[in-house]
C-alpha cells in the first residue's frame, strides 16, 4: 500500500473517513439526496436567500453584462462598479467606514489575521475558532495563546502573561459548531485596557442575530468599535464570497498587505450580484431573519419534547452531540434513511469525543417539517442504540443581556484591582488567572500552552 493509500485506510479505520454525497435541486428544505427526498437539516442557507429569484436573476443579469469571472486580483486588472457597490452597502450595513471583499471567508480570514500579525506579535484565539481563523494565525508567525473557550477571565489572564506591542484578539461570533455566541461586550473592553486589536467573524451572525440581522457585534453594541469585522457572502447572504468591514486606514492597509487580496482573483460579478441581491432583500424585508428565529426556537422545542438535551432559544445552529466519530456517522446514516440529512461533524472540527449532527434551522422549513425531523431524529437515535435523553448537553447558553453587563462591571473592577497589584509588585493569584472553579490553571506555572499545529480544537490542548 502506499503512502496515500494507507493514510486513506487509517481515517476509515478511526471513524474518520469523509465523502462528497450527491445532492440535486437547489439547497432548500427539501433536497434529493442520492436520488432520495429528505429534509434538509445542515446547510447555511439559513434565510433561503440562495436559490430566491431575485437572487438568482441577479447573478444571472450580471453575469450577461460583466462576465463570470473577475479575471484577475484587483489589483492587476481593475475593481468593477459591482465590487464597489457590494462594499459600499456592507460597510453601511455592518456600521463601518469601509469594506473590502475577499474571495471567501477563509480567504478573509488568512489575509487579515496575516496582515494585522506578523513574528513579532501574539495572537489570542478562542479554542473553538473556525479552521480558517486556525489557518490564518498558523500562516501569520504569530506566538499564538488558546484561550478557553467564551472565557474573558482566562483571556484576561493570556493578555497578562503576553506584554508583546502588537497583541491581536480573534474570536468567532457565532461559533459554527455550537451556535452560542462570544462574549464581546467583555472581549472589546479586555482589548481596550491591554491595547490589542480585535478581529470577529461574523460568518454565522450576519444575517441571522442582532437587530434586523445585522449581527452579534451590533447585537452587543459594537457597531463601529471591532477594528476588523469579516463575514461570508456564503451563508446567508446565499452567494460565495467574503467581506472585511472597517475603518478606511484598515481598508487602505488590508489591500496593501492582505496577501489573498492581492495575489487571488476577486470574486467573479454573479456572485457578488447575487449577494448584493440578497442584502437588498434581507434590508427590505427584515422578516426573514424573524422567521429564522422561530423556526430556531421551533426546531429545539421539538427536540426537546423528544428528549434531547438541547435548551430553549432563538439560535439557529443546535449540536446534537452523539460523542464517538461512529456513532455520530450511524445516527446520520440512519436518519438518511429514515428521511432527515443532517450530517456528522467529527474531528478534526470538533474536539474528539463530542462528534455530533449539527443542525441548522432555515428561514424557508415550516414549523412542520422541522417537528417531523425532531421525531425521525430521536427514533432514529433509539435504533442505533442511543437514547436521546443520554446525550451529551452542550455547553449552557449565554448569560442574559443584564448579566452580562452587571458581569462587566465586576469584571473591570477586577481588572483595574489586578493592575493596581501590578503596579504595587504583587501578584493577586487568588483573583488573576483562577479558572471558572476558582482554581489556578493548570499551565499557570510555565505559561499558557502555544498553539498545538496538530489539534485545532482539542480543549485539553489549550492554554
Ligand atoms: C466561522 C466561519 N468563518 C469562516 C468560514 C469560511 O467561510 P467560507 O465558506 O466563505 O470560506 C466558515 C465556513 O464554514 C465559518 O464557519
Redesign the pocket.
Known sequence: MDEIAERLAELERLGLSRRLRMISGPQGPTVLLDGKPVLLLCS?NYLGLADHPRVREAAAEAAMRWGVGAGASRLVSGSMTIHRRLEERLASFKGTESCLLFG??????IGVIGALAGREDVIFSDEL?????VDGCRLSRAQVVVYRHRDVEHLDWCLRRHGAAGRLIVT?S???MDGDIAPLAHIAELANIYGARVVV?E??ATGNVGPDGRGAVAAAGLEGEIDVV?G????ALGS???YACASDETIQYLINTARSVIFSTAPGPPAVAGALAALELLQERPHRVGRLRSNARALRGALADEGFPVAPGEMHIVPLIVGGERDAMRLCQQAIEQGVFAQAIRPPTVPAGTSRLRLTAMASHTPGELRRAAGILADAARRIGVDPHDMIAPEPEPLHELQEIETALVRAERVERAQWLQQVGQEDRNEVGAGRSGEPYGAAAEGPALFDFERDSSPAKAA
Open positions: 447555511n471567501s471567508g477563509y480567504l478573509a480570514n475558532n473556525h479552521a480558517s481563523i468567532d457565532v461559533f459554527s467573524d460568518a454565522h469579516i461570508t457572502l456564503g451563508k460565495y464570497g467574503a
